[in-house]
């Protein structure tokens, strides 16, 4: 049986200057896999947060990838199936809006981070993550700034955490079509405000957001 791997990992500040799936692959060829880790939905008034974690396989490289926003649906669909397909693995996690309002979403991102890092199929020897801060984990993690536009692994995170998010609310817009969720994907759009103040949050709404909570008191 082989001995545990002793390969000393980089310093911090060394893993903000790589810009590439492809550096970090060889820099941390010795010490295990690296996953890539981003949330999609911190700013919605509806719907839940996701998280997704993925490990590339450098074997298999998938070109395009980048920070979601910066991406077309159609082309973000794309890459979704393309990951999916060519990754080593990748997971989703999710904090609902009653956890939103219950612990806030801060601290609910965290927990969709969590939930996805704890459901890869292999361990990660490091987890990189989009942004400044790091949920609790029982494997190494750095934060990167802007990680999704400098990191591949963070921006294949990105995209299947954006394009989860966005099938969630298309199937929310199924259940209460007259607040377009189809469209607007929880964001405080003006039809999005139109309609809440028309008819009242929905169970889909996190209350503990301004907006909503004026909608709901208006409402009853």
Request: proline letters at 5%.
């Amino acid at each position: 049986m082989p001995g545990r791997s002793t390969a000393k990992l980089p310093s911090k500040k060394a893993v903000l200057k790589l810009l590439s799936a492809q550096q970090i692959a060889l820099q941390f060829a010795e010490a295990g896999l690296v996953a890539g880790v981003d949330e999609a939905g911190r700013g919605p008034l509806a719907g839940p947060v996701v998280a997704a974690a993925v490990i590339l396989d450098d074997r298999r490289p998938i070109a395009g990838i980048g920070d979601s926003k910066t991406i077309t649906a159609l082309r973000r669909d794309k890459l979704f199936d393309a990951i999916c397909a060519q990754a080593l693995c990748v997971s989703v996690g999710q904090a609902s809006v009653a956890e939103i309002d219950s612990l806030n979403i801060l601290q609910a991102t965290m927990l969709a981070m969590q939930r996805a890092v704890d459901g890869l199929r292999l361990k990660p020897a490091l987890v990189l993550i989009d942004g400044n801060r790091i949920p609790k984990l029982s494997v190494r993690a750095e934060a990167i700034v802007k990680g999704d536009s400098r990191v591949k692994a963070i921006g294949a995170a990105s995209i299947i955490a954006k394009v989860t998010r966005d099938r969630i609310m298309e199937e929310a817009e199924t259940l209460h079509p007259e607040y377009g969720f189809g469209a607007h994907k929880g964001y405080g759009t003006a039809q999005h405000m139109a309609a809440l103040a028309e008819h009242g949050p929905t169970p889909w709404h996190r209350l503990s957001f301004a907006p909503v909570a004026a909608a709901k008191a208006r409402h009853g």
